[in-house]
């Protein structure tokens, strides 16, 4: 695959970014890649892994000259960080963000920068529970989805080339209205992530009274909690604050339906439990169809590593 950017500049070096680099790298989408993250230490740790072709000690510096900046920090400091960059921006060049919550990142961003530069936000749907420069890997986000999220205006000619750099690093691109990604990404990742982590401290918080039992017999599902509940604590307090209203409008639902199942349990309505899995049961089905997770029995662990 030939090279989609000559210089691109990525403002965090995290899970993200260093997934991306590495997904760039792999197959030449870059010529040049410049690199920035907020502390020392994680500078030092992306220059000693080789993470980026330059690693700089300012945004400012980083973005100089890039065709394609790309904004891999928390969603709540994204305004901050534009506007630090925004008046070292080279005319003509398109700048993206990974975020997961687009309005917020829009109206954040948007009024710091100046004309002549393409702004179109993204969303890779892909991650893991780690973060830090040294926890991306190349094949993060294969056969996963990008979400691009243009602003009135958006250049097509640029949109284009950002869709073919996230082709070319393995996702499948659709293009999204920012409300409409909110109410999605509420669904999909942001309600389950605070369930997820209100389990984990619901059982926490039993624990003190069972002693480690709930530690020791975790394989029961409460497992598969733990690993989302261990996601980066910044970066999810960031996407609750910012994407309040579906998140919120999302958990409304879902406190009734958690109702409605306490109802049938307390009345020994079996017929609605059963009812109720099957449908969720064909939701499993729909999405390992879809390719976006694997059928093997519990993820696919094998007996040694679970
Ligand atoms: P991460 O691994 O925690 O990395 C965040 C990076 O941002 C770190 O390098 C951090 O620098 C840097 N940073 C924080 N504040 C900064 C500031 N004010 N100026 C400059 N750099 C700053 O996070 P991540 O998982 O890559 O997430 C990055 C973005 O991707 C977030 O907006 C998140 O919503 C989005 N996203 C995440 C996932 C996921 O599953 N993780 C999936 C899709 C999208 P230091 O190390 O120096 O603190």
């Keep these: 695959m030939s090279v989609i950017y000559n210089r691109v500049a990525l403002i965090g070096l995290g899970l993200i970014a260093s997934s991306m680099f590495w997904a760039m790298k792999r197959k030449g989408l870059a010529g040049e890649v410049t690199g920035y993250a907020r502390s020392s230490q994680t500078r030092d740790t992306a220059r000693r892994i080789g993470l980026c072709d330059h690693v700089h ?27 630090e960059i925004a008046p070292h ?9 990974v975020g997961s919550v687009k309005r917020d990142v829009i109206d954040h961003v948007g009024p710091h920068l100046p004309n002549g530069i393409h702004f179109i936000p993204g969303h890779p749907l892909a991650g893991t529970e780690h973060s830090g420069p040294e926890s991306g890997f190349a094949e993060l986000f294969d056969n996963r989805w990008c979400l691009l999220v243009p602003v009135e205006g958006s250049d097509a000619k640029a949109v284009a080339r950002l869709r073919a750099l996230w082709e070319g690093i393995g996702s ?3 293009e999204m209205e920012a409300d409409h990604h909110d109410l999605v990404l509420a669904v999909t990742s942001h309600a389950p992530h605070l369930i997820a982590y209100t389990m984990v401290g619901v059982a926490d918080d039993l624990r003190r009274v069972t002693d480690s039992e709930v530690i020791k017999y975790s394989a029961a599902g409460f497992r598969d909690f733990t690993r989302i509940a261990a996601s980066d604590p910044t970066m999810w307090r960031d996407v609750f604050l910012t994407n309040k209203d579906a998140t919120l409008e999302v958990l409304g639902r879902f406190t009734e339906e958690l109702f409605a199942l306490q109802r049938a349990i307390r009345t020994g309505d079996g017929d609605h439990l059963h009812d109720y899995f099957t ?3 064909a939701i499993r089905r729909s999405i390992i169809e879809a ?16």
Excluded: W, Y
Excluded at 89 to 97: C, E, F, M, Q, V
């Design 57 to 83: 000690d300012s945004a400012a510096e980083a973005v100089e000259g890039a065709d394609l900046i790309v904004l891999c920090v928390p969603v709540g400091v994204m305004g901050a960080v534009a506007a």
């Design 89 to 97: 921006l080279k005319p003509g060049a398109t700048i993206t963000d």
């Design 172 to 174: 499948n691109v659709e």
């Design 279 to 281: 449908r969720t049961r």
């Design 291 to 306: 390719g976006q997770d694997t059928d093997a029995p519990d993820f696919g662990r094998t007996k040694a590593s679970s």
